[in-house]
């Protein structure tokens, strides 16, 4: 299938050089977009919970993180121009094109964290550039944010930023008290193994913005920008990132792809700007994390980006979305310019060709150098795992999760925090509708869940109805066009548990509706069957529920873009693929008595399937037998493929009696295409045959 390129996949982005032309590649094009006093980059006409000026602040700041670093580095850009005309423009109040004064929380302070960086490592190219007046303008416009309210968040680091530039040009708008104030309020997030929170005790979210979108990454430019005033913080700031490193490499692939996770996604190859950040700050890492391993993370991600055509628009400039342009996905304070917040990735360029950074030879994914190929990460309740088979290319990246939610409300949270895994190939899913009564299951993303919908009361026309006992069907009758399906949100109660056979387990309790109850145990892949890893849940039911439990979104699509078609047997894929006419389709079974239901699709992004492991022999309690589906879901609810596939176990539920519970145990299998290629690689089948063993402790619990 001809698609058009990526405009910079040509870039090897291999070297200093490459990783300047990426820049400046990524800037040009903004020039078109530039209002005439250089102050406002308009991008798009999608609206934001704030106003249009801030959002055209948007455009004109997060740009100047890469341009900043580029400058810092001794390096040129041309364009520069326009942002020492905006600084001018955009910070005077009889221009024009003011920004407006800040007023409490707003959205203008989030953009200062860049002006505030820019004026500390590229004073001399950006303010000394500027008139008098102009510079009166800016250090008050900046400074004005020191008397006002601002979240109890990650925001507060872009007062420090803004202090910490204030100060290096000797302002009078510095203010040392109130830079000291939030750093030890910031300190206080602080939970231990590298690791802090997005906000005070009680904030469950531990995402990108606990790494390189925000925290970590704003400590280690802390580390180097403040460590003649404020050493001991800055010490104990990279001691954090030391511990933090060894947790975060699991959250990238060989091939450069970090596992989506969380809000803000549409930041792209930010999620790797942590790697940068050490090489800014001189840090070196424990093993095995070489500078030229880090030189490694860093720089495959970015390439993975330059790559991905849906991520640019024609002229160069930066989508709104993740691997296609995709509002679904946003959140209501993603403007058309806060997608190059992914410009913080290039801090490297603020270093000289002789940096360690630069100067290593750049090491491919330390995968052999891991004690383990599953970690239990403590802190932000994730396992995470790269499959260790005996082919490199029978590989997979992914995390299972449990115990995380945003603070706030942020569109499709429970897609962002709530599944039971997040892939790096295979991506996740969100909601495309919120219609009346709650989305169908085709429009809720229902990849890596258990959805649940109440039969007993479905809203009809704004109204309660009462369905009851009539139009009770079979698993394989079951309306999935029905709306109201609720999946894993809130978690009451989240915990790692040991076992003997594994290292770990995490089980978590979460309660769809009142009178349901839902016990999870997540576990992680064994050596034996290293591409799958099983889901159990323990149900207990006051109601009458639909059930869909998905495994991964995988493409919709063949070899020629059309799409799925059904296949009968397994064998028909290697036949198939024998004949050269790439096997691709997908299977639904209705299992057996030793094996439940499955489904496995096979497509141009891999192999995903799912398999039902609870026949009545094994949970005599589970009388709710499921019935296999491929469901084509919604175009567009997929972050990695436009048009996805999810395969699913789907059944009904009766209300529990007598405080019996029913049992499920599920197993979910997972291989993408490598790179580059198209198609599953050789040798899944061989996987796909293995059967994943049910931990003991859990079968105990069972039986």
């Not at 602040?57 to 942002?83: C, D, H, K, N, V």
């Not at 491919?364 to 383990?372: D, E, K, R």
């Not at 290292?503 to 069957?529: D, H, I, M, N, Q």
């Not at 009696?657 to 197993?667: H, I, S």
Request: charged share 20%; aromatic share 12%; with cysteine.
């Amino acid at each position: 299938m001809w698609a058009p390129p990526s405009p910079f996949a040509s870039n090897p982005l291999q070297t200093r050089t490459d990783l300047a032309q990426f820049l400046t590649s990524l800037l040009d094009p903004l020039a078109a977009h530039t209002s005439p006093g250089g102050s406002r980059i308009h991008l798009g006409f999608t609206g934001t919970h704030f106003d249009e000026t801030a959002a055209h602040l948007e455009g004109f700041s997060r740009p100047i993180w890469g341009l900043a670093s580029l400058l810092a580095g001794g390096g040129t850009y041309t364009g520069a121009e326009r942002w020492v005309r905006g600084f001018e423009s955009g910070t005077d109040p009889e221009h024009d094109e003011f920004w407006g004064d800040m007023r409490d929380r707003d959205q203008r302070m989030v953009e200062c964290s860049a002006i505030g960086f820019c004026l500390a490592v590229a004073k001399e190219q950006i303010w000394d550039r500027m008139g008098q007046r102009g510079q009166g303008n800016l250090e008050r416009w900046l400074g004005g944010m020191n008397d006002k309210k601002m979240p109890n968040t990650n925001w507060l680091w872009f007062r420090v930023f803004s202090n910490l530039g204030l100060s290096r040009v000797g302002s009078s708008y510095f203010s040392s008290e109130r830079l000291k104030a939030d750093m030890e309020h910031l300190d206080t997030f602080y939970i231990g193994d590298g690791w802090s929170r997005d906000g005070p005790e009680g904030v469950l979210q531990l995402d990108y913005y606990s790494s390189s979108f925000a925290i970590q990454f704003a400590q280690l430019v802390y580390s180097k920008l403040a460590w003649n005033e404020d050493r001991t913080r800055c010490e104990n700031y990279r001691e954090r990132a030391r511990l933090f490193a060894k947790d975060f490499v699991w959250y990238f692939d060989a091939e450069g792809r970090a596992i989506p996770f969380g809000r803000s996604l549409t930041y792209r190859f930010a999620m790797s700007s942590f790697w940068g950040a050490c090489a800014f700050a001189d840090l070196e890492l424990p093993s095995p994390l070489t500078w030229g391993v880090v030189k490694g993370l860093q720089l495959r991600n970015i390439r993975w980006w330059a790559k991905q055509a849906g991520a640019y628009n024609v002229d160069g400039t930066l989508t709104i979305g993740y691997v296609y342009p995709n509002m679904a996905m946003t959140e209501n304070y993603n403007s058309p310019g806060s997608p190059y917040w992914c410009c913080k990735s290039f801090i490297s360029l603020a270093l000289p060709e002789s940096h360690p950074f630069w100067a290593a030879q750049e090491e491919p994914y330390p995968l052999h150098l891991l004690s383990s190929f599953t970690k239990s990460l403590h802190k932000p309740f994730h396992i995470a795992t790269h499959s260790a088979t005996s082919s490199a290319a029978l590989a997979h990246s992914y995390i299972l999760s449990s115990g995380q939610r945003c603070s706030y409300a942020v569109k499709n949270s429970a897609a962002k925090y709530g599944k039971f895994a997040y892939s790096t190939a295979f991506g996740y899913s969100v909601a495309v509708s919120n219609g009346l009564g709650g989305p169908g299951l085709e429009e809720v993303g229902a990849d890596s869940v258990l959805a649940f919908r109440d039969l007993e009361h479905v809203v009809l026309g704004g109204k309660n109805a009462d369905v009851g006992a009539a139009g009770a069907a079979g698993a394989a009758d079951i309306d999935l066009e029905d709306e109201g399906w609720r999946c894993r949100r809130r978690v009451d109660d989240a915990r790692f548990k040991s076992t003997g056979r594994r290292e770990e387990l995490l089980r978590s309790v979460w309660r769809p509706y009142p009178g349901v109850e839902v016990e999870t145990w997540l576990v992680p892949p064994a050596p034996e069957s290293p591409l799958w890893h099983l889901r159990v849940h323990r149900v207990r039911s006051t109601r009458r529920l639909a059930v869909a439990e998905g495994g991964w979104a995988a493409d919709g699509q063949r070899w020629d873009g059309r799409h799925l078609d059904a296949v009968a047997d397994v064998s028909e894929f290697v036949t198939q693929r024998a004949n050269r006419t790439r096997g691709y389709g997908y299977l639904e079974s209705e299992g057996g008595d030793a094996v439940g239901a499955a489904v496995l699709t096979v497509s141009k992004s891999g192999v995903s399937g799912i398999v039902d492991l609870s026949p009545d022999e094994f949970a005599p309690a589970a009388g709710a037998r499921r019935a296999g589906r491929a469901l084509r879901t919604d175009a567009n609810t997929s972050l990695m493929f436009p048009r996805a596939v999810v395969p699913m176990l789907v059944t009904e539920l009766e209300p529990s009696k007598e405080g019996r519970d029913l049992w499920w145990v599920t197993a979910v299998f997972g291989v993408p295409a490598r790179d580059g290629q198209e198609g599953p690689p050789e040798g899944w089948q061989a996987e796909w045959a293995k059967s994943p063993v049910i931990p003991e402790e859990i079968a105990k619990l069972i039986i």
